[in-house]
Structures are given as structure tokens and as C-alpha cells.
């Protein structure tokens, strides 16, 4: 007898017949899944309000389908309105042998304001061992030298000792290291995660959201989204597959890979070309997701001499593959940045409250809906950033000419 066979009465949307295979290496016939899976969610208060943080886990939660319990996270802006000032560095340990590693590196390297435990609960369905979460308020002193390398800036200094500990330091990892934001991720379901943290107790002016289904990476605690450096947050729905040509970009400008995951590339990317190289947001958004060369011939001519150079001096900052990423940063200001691939091979919906008071972006119009049912909902377009910013209203709905207001 054969090993395959047709399942009766069952056709594909061609009218062809089913083939079932009876052998266990097979996908079963009634297996259920979301391949191009992950969600993401975020909303941000457009007049400086604070949101708690059941809001964002509501929005979460609803996509379910979406993740199988293998990483979850969320990022809170504007969280520490007292020490907005101070850089927060919130630390993974697996035991006191890793915190005294990292107190005793840091010691003589900042000037650490103040230190607490982040409370977690102690009975949680997830799976232990669980990390000692600990943060630490810390300023980056005026007199600053790494390895011979004098007068960095305090970005730049302070990213050298965040990827020293995550790539030396033993049982320990610096998962979020921004001004007045916070990281709280982990192996787990969304509902685990949220309930690991409480997260409750917590309110600010903007949060980013992510339930993980892994692809090609491991699923642990550090690598769970959002992805974070300085003030950065990422959360990726997809798949990178130029990831190799993308890591030899950010490792040939001193950053350093240790993650293992194409997120954290797309962080150090946004680093990069924002921070360091000054580039506006949508230009930035345009290097990562550009237009063919067919399609900007049909620019103006200063646009099309723009487009061309950014392709062609960036090439190795274009993000091939199916993705759609949520972008959070709190300096100068506290902004959310919304981006799909260029050709939207993943879904993003943007939202805009009644009182035009919050803005969304999520992965599904579910998750706006859940906790803002009159909400406004639209589809930014296919490589185009949606832009929002505490205090300043939503400055790119994504649906615009990609260099409007940029200036030639």
C-alpha cells in the first residue's frame, strides 16, 4: 500500500484532490499554525498621557495565533519621569556570581545613581530557570576612554560597555540600556510574560509589543523582543534574509553581534544610520526598505539623484525579505515608527483614537479594536514609515511621497 493517499471528498482551491500523507514526518491534517506568524502591537499617547500597561497587553493578547509560547516582550517610554536623565540599564542574571561581575566592571566606568530588583512574580506557568532581573540608574561620566579610543560620545561609550558585558560577561546580559525606557521580555507566552512583570504596575507615554513564533533563531530570555540599544527598541515580524550582507555592515561600524538574530541587526541599523549618521527617518526607512531602480525612474529628477545615491552608497543596508517592524525611541523625543516591507509581504495596520489622543500600529486591526473600538484604521503603504511623536501628533501617516519635507 501506498504511503500517501487522497483524503476523500477534499480538493484545493484549484479543484485538484488533497494528497495526506499517513506517515508521522508529515504536517497532520488538522495542524494549526501561523507560518508567517509573530505579532506586534503599539500605541502612543500623541499629548504626553500616560497608558498602562494592561492597554498594551490587551492589544497583545487578543493575537494569540500569532505566537507558540516561545518569546514574548514589551518596552515602556517614559517610564522613569523622575530619572529621565539617567541612562537605565536593565540586566538579565542568572545567579549573584553574574550581578557582582557586572557591579565590579561597571564600578570604576559609570556613576551608578541607583540600583533595584525588578519585581517579578514568583508563580508563573513559565518554564524555569528564571533571571534575576536588575536595573541600574547610572550616568556616563564626563572623563570617558575605551581601549585607547578617547572623548567618545556618551552614546558611543555607553554601547561599548553594553556589548562588552553581552559578549564577555559570564551569566549575564544587558537587555535594554536607554533613557526613560525599559525592556521586559522573557520565554514565554504574551499573557506569561505580562503576568511575569506585573506589568500593571507600570504606565508611560508610549509602549511597543511582541509575540514571538521563532524561525531561525533559538528561543531564550535575551533573544525574545523587543531588541534593544540605547534608547532603540525593535519588535520584527518576519524574516531577514540578507542578514549576512547586514551583519558585515553594522560589525564593520564597531558594532557587535551577539544576539545571533536578524533583529538586532535591524536595531543596530536604525543606530546607525539615525543616530550616528544623522539621516532623517524616512530617509533612513527608505535605505532599509527602497524603491526598485525601475520605480525611481519615475521620481523627479532631485528625487531620483536622491534614491539613486541612497541606494547605492547604502546597499548594504537594504533589508531583503518579508518583515514588518515596530521602531521605538524616547531621544530626542519619545516617537514610534511603523515600517512594512516594500512589498508589504507582512501585515501593518495604523490607528488613530477618536480624540485623536493615541496612535496604534499593530499587526492586526484586532488588536487597535480591543482597546479602542471607534478607532481610525488605515494600511500604510508598502516601505513607507509611519511617524508619531509625544507632543508633536502623528508627522508620517505612511501613506505619503517617501521624501516629503525632506530637504535636497
Known sequence: MSDESCGPGRTDRRGMPVRTQNYTASRPP???GQLGGCGIASCISLKGDMIGGDRITRMLTIMEERENGLGAGYACYGLFPGRKEQYCLQFFFDDEEGKRN???????????IYDEKVFTRERTTIAPPHPNVWRYFAEVPEKREWKGARDLSEEDYLIELVMHINEKANKAFCVSSGKDMAVFKGNGYSYEIAEFYDLERYSGNMWLSHSRFPTNSPAWWAGAHPLSLLDWGVCHNGEITSYGVNRKLVEMNGYRCTVLTDTEVVTYMWDLLVRRNRLPI?????????WTFQDITLLSPEHRRLAEWLRITYREAFLNGPFSIIVGRS????????????????????????????????SEECAIRIVDPEAHTWAPNAGNPF???????ILRRGTEHPFLGVKI
Open 102 to 112: 557586572v557591579e565590579e566592571f561597571l564600578k570604576d566606568r559609570l556613576e551608578i
Open 30 to 32: 488538522d495542524w494549526q
Open 387 to 393: 511617524v508619531a511623536t509625544v507632543g508633536k501628533g
Open 331 to 362: 531621544q530626542p523625543d519619545i516617537t514610534l515608527i511603523a515600517l512594512a516591507d516594500r512589498k508589504k509581504l507582512r501585515p501593518l495596520i495604523a490607528g488613530l483614537s477618536a480624540d485623536e489622543g493615541t496612535a496604534y500600529c499593530a
Open 282 to 290: 524616512e530617509v533612513a526607512a527608505f535605505i532599509m526598505a527602497p
